[in-house]
């Protein structure tokens, strides 16, 4: 196994970068948080990074825990903690969880699956599909399919400069795949200028 095959992109090596660049899709935050927020209740956020996505769904009144294998990317979500939200984080393994079957009413998972290989990409979703309730929710927010169009096609050009190899099999193949994997049917897709996409599967 490479050194930390998790999360060996640029900016998985940089996660004061990571925070910095993160604040400019905070918009697109925003947006899945209140998608994601449809489902009321206990959300997972599976690859939480430094916990942006997971503070947007606590702010709106969620009980939120998310869970990352890196502490160095937790650290900073640990710092995003605050004493009248219910957000806790947690190190673990999204293929693993140490949760019971239908824990959560609705799981999340934002910009990871196209950093990780798809065994582990459909291993995390199907976790996902264990410990969220029948009819709860899986929230994919990820980079849009290549052959989706334009947007997706323009955003290839510089992410590709600075995405893990396993970027470029999650956009050429599209996510479908991983989904029919794990089991999971789409029931609702929407996309920011064609480049991001905001899957919600059950
Ligand atoms: C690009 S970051 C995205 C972080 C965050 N979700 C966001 O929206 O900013 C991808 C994250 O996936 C995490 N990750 C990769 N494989 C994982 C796994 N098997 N279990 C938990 N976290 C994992 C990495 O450690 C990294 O923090």
């Known amino acids: 196994m490479p050194d930390r095959y998790f999360n060996n992109g640029w900016f998985g090596r940089h996660p004061s970068a990571y925070e910095i660049a993160s604040v ?28 942006a996505n997971a503070l947007k769904l606590a702010q709106l009144g969620h009980s939120v825990v998310g869970i990352d294998l890196d502490q160095e990317m937790l650290a900073k979500a640990h710092k995003k903690r605050r004493s009248h939200l219910d957000l806790d984080f947690m190190h673990g393994d999204g293929t693993a969880l140490p949760f019971n079957d239908d824990t959560f009413d609705a799981a999340t998972i934002s910009f990871a699956m196209h950093d990780v290989p798809p065994e582990i990409g459909v291993g995390i979703l199907r976790e996902a599909r264990r410990v969220v309730r029948p009819k709860g929710r899986i929230h994919i927010i990820d980079y ?31 996510v479908a795949r991983y989904l029919e994997a794990a089991g999971l049917t789409v029931d609702r897709k929407r996309h920011f200028l064609g480049a991001v996409q905001f899957l919600s599967a059950v």
Do not use: H, K, M, Q
């Open 144 to 174: 849009n399919d290549l052959g989706s169009g334009f947007g997706a096609r323009l955003l290839y050009r510089v992410a590709r400069f600075y995405e893990t190899p396993n970027y470029f099999g999650f956009v050429r193949g599209g």
């Open 24 to 51: 400019f899709i905070a918009p697109l935050r925003r947006y899945a948080a209140r998608i994601a927020g449809r489902s009321p209740g206990r959300i997972i956020d599976i690859a939480t990074g430094t916990g």
